[in-house]
């Protein structure tokens, strides 16, 4: 699993269903989410999209961040 200390996910139960969110630490207290999916059957569906979704976020930040210092420097 993928992890950072400022993006995270987070697996929800709703009433027959479960979502999956990717969220952002924005503040020590207040988190955001980035992206979320509703209306996996079982809990592990969720929870390997959101490893899988959240290894292209950061792979798409990272490669973001660098092609922008790239045009800084």
Same mark, same amino acid.
């Given at each position: *699993? *993928?992890?950072?200390?400022?993006y995270?996910?987070?697996?929800?139960?709703?009433? *027959?269903?479960?979502?999956g =969110?990717? %969220?952002?630490?924005?503040?020590?207290?207040?988190?955001?989410?980035?992206?979320?999916r =509703?209306?996996?059957a079982?809990?592990? =569906?969720?929870?390997k999209?959101?490893?899988?979704? %959240?290894?292209?976020? %950061?792979?798409k %930040?990272t =490669?973001?961040?660098?092609r922008?210092?790239?045009r800084r420097g």
């Open positions: *699993m *993928m992890k950072s200390k400022k995270d996910f987070r697996i929800v139960q709703d009433d *027959m269903s479960w979502t =969110e990717i %969220l952002r630490k924005v503040t020590s207290s207040k988190t955001v989410v980035s992206k979320r =509703e209306g996996f079982t809990e592990a =569906e969720a929870q999209w959101c490893e899988d979704e %959240l290894k292209v976020f %950061l792979q %930040l =490669e973001h961040n660098k922008h210092a790239d």
